[in-house]
């Protein structure tokens, strides 16, 4: 071998290392960073861009009947709640929506329980969401109003069609991606039936169950307030969607947009409190998702 | 391996060799608590039946640290999940305390490789109090009693409270042990559990694993490729060889622990299961 292959040898040392005390190891951020991390403030942002976008765009158009500027249709959602008026037309809704959102997700709990456990749920499972999820809710509703009459059970039938199988697809997904060494642990400890689903697979499988009741919520509504626009006021009592059907009848359009506003303002509540508190205490605090 | 270092040549000729335990031999045996009785087994991929195991016998004593050692495709870890319950054999039966082994129970807790075995939405405390409330049908105040003392044993008193994400390897895996513990199964099913960590804490778990057992007695059914590990941790080392897995043998090593490391008798006794793990097969010598 050539010296010029084999490292030189070095003499070895040894430090005493004293105390580091030459600057802070740890500092502050600076304000803007920090400010600039709440996630509160940056969709704040958005949002007030948004609204200034709208205005200027209304100005600039000056056609009231077309679009109505951004204060015009706030000063008009401030009188509908002052009123009362639009509160009503929102309860309805709403009452309506949670019923249909609540069956929905009962029967997809059911039928995902019953696809875990058995091979014939499985099938079941694969053949109804391919045959019912590409049907648009809105289609089925004259089928409904055939069965039901004009009244609530044809709107919750609709909204149940609208959650099911989103909800069902992907909650069935989340259980299949369950870790092994978790199922077996779950057996290990003699959990069986719905003790198992309830106890391992539902809390392992949260995120998506959690995604899955973020899509049947939106398509809940949405299905809601068109279903609203089309046959409008159930025996006499009309929620938001038809709230907006009339007053576009009227050609009150400052009204129109401020009921097209509230469903937008009742999404994003929905959206960043309610989802997001539960994935803060739940998914995100066990770090399943970041 | 050359962790042999000549200091320790005075000590290895005072250690006893292995294979000469006769007057061991001589006393009557007990009833074997686990008795793995011809036990062959089998797992389907899409296009075949593969025979992962053919034909093992083997008796586990009470308070044994019994040692499943093989390359991989022995059916270790295979014949491990058939005792956890997870997989039937097609032929033979094991039986535990007498009773044949039918389904997964909380009398066989298993400790896993993966780290993913805790649940990641229960604190370590509740992760080692749910298969106590779950399973033992303990009440809460007495499950979280008993899952702290458990906690301080594996020395997790300060993790009590944290999520699984917020802890490193080889804190998971002192958990998933002191659940396992927590439970004091008949039996207690180490799959590799230490083959995921770093060399360091490796050798930190399996010095309090060993310390472990030496309050506790519990009896140890552990899977482990390193002839190190199996030497160390275990007392009595079943040998199996691959392709399908059957006994190889079986071979004593109660006298090592990890100050053993490095001693003579402790290599010569890596050496001797060394030769064995990679003789060439009856087939290809064939």
């Known amino acids: 071998m050539s010296p010029a292959l084999s490292p030189p040898i070095r003499p070895e040392y040894d430090r005493v290392l004293p105390p580091f005390v030459e600057a802070p190891v740890a500092r502050a951020l600076p304000l803007p960073t920090r400010l600039w991390q709440q996630g509160w403030l940056r969709r704040g942002l958005i949002l007030v861009a948004l609204a200034l976008l709208w205005e200027g765009l209304a100005r600039w158009q000056d056609n009231d009947l077309l679009l109505p500027t951004f204060g015009a249709t706030l000063s008009a959602l401030v009188d509908g709640l002052a009123s009362g008026e639009i509160l009503e ?86 259980f299949q991606g369950v870790p092994d060494p978790l199922r077996m642990t779950g057996r290990n400890y003699g959990l069986e039936g719905l003790r198992y689903v309830g106890q391992i697979l539902v809390p392992a499988a949260l995120p998506a169950i959690l995604s899955g009741l973020k899509i049947g919520w939106a398509f809940a509504w949405r299905t809601l307030i068109a279903a609203e626009l089309v046959f409008g006021a159930s025996s006499g009592r009309g929620g938001l969607g038809w709230y907006i059907f009339q007053n576009r009848n009227e050609l009150y359009t400052d009204r129109v947009f401020a009921g097209l506003l509230l469903v937008i303002a009742i999404g994003l509540v929905v959206e960043t409190v309610v989802f997001a508190s539960l994935e803060r205490v739940t998914v995100r605090r066990w770090g399943q998702v970041r | 391996m050359t962790l042999v270092i000549e200091r320790d040549s005075a000590v290895a000729v005072r250690a006893p060799q292995p294979p000469a335990a006769p007057r061991e031999m001589l006393r009557p045996l007990p009833d074997p608590l686990l008795r793995i009785a011809g036990v062959s087994l089998e797992y389907r991929t899409p296009g075949r039946v593969v025979r992962a195991a053919h034909r093992i016998d083997l008796d586990v004593y009470e308070a044994d640290r019994f040692v499943l050692l093989g390359p991989s495709g022995c059916g270790k870890s295979t014949l491990l999940k058939a005792v956890a319950g997870f997989i039937a054999p097609v032929e033979g039966e094991i039986t535990l305390g007498g009773v044949p082994v039918r389904k997964p129970g909380p009398d066989r807790i298993v400790v896993f490789q993966e780290f993913d075995q805790l649940p990641p939405w229960k604190t370590v405390v509740e992760n080692v109090a749910f298969p106590l409330r779950a399973a033992r049908g303990l009440r809460h105040a007495e499950a979280l009693e008993r899952a702290r003392a458990t906690i301080d044993k594996v020395g997790l008193t300060a993790f009590a409270t944290s999520y699984p994400h917020q802890l490193s390897g080889g804190m998971k895996q002192r958990v998933a042990i002191a659940r396992a513990l927590a439970m004091q199964p008949k039996v207690l099913l180490m799959d590799e559990p230490f083959a995921a960590l770093d060399a360091l804490t490796r050798r930190k778990m399996q010095e309090e694993l060993l310390a472990l057992w030496d309050e506790a007695r519990m009896t140890l059914l552990f899977v482990t490729h390193s002839i190190e590990e199996a030497l160390v941790v275990g007392s009595r080392v079943a040998l199996l060889s691959p392709h399908p897995g059957r006994v190889r043998g079986e071979y004593n090593c109660h006298e090592y622990d990890l100050s053993s490391l490095g001693s003579r008798s402790f290599q010569a006794a890596v050496q001797r299961l060394h030769d064995r793990l990679f003789e060439p097969s009856p087939e290809t010598a064939r």
Do not use: C, E
């Open chain 1, 89 to 174: 037309r929102t309860r309805i809704s709403l009452t309506v929506l949670v019923q249909g959102y609540a069956v929905g997700v009962v029967l997809a709990f059911g039928l995902t329980s019953l696809a875990v456990s058995t091979q014939f749920g499985r099938d079941l499972l694969s053949t109804l969401t391919a045959m019912f999820n590409p049907l648009p809710a809105i289609a089925l509703l004259p089928l409904a109003l055939l069965w039901f009459g004009l009244g609530q059970g044809s709107l919750i039938f609709v909204l149940v069609h609208a959650v099911l199988w989103p909800l069902a697809l992907n909650t069935y997904a989340g």
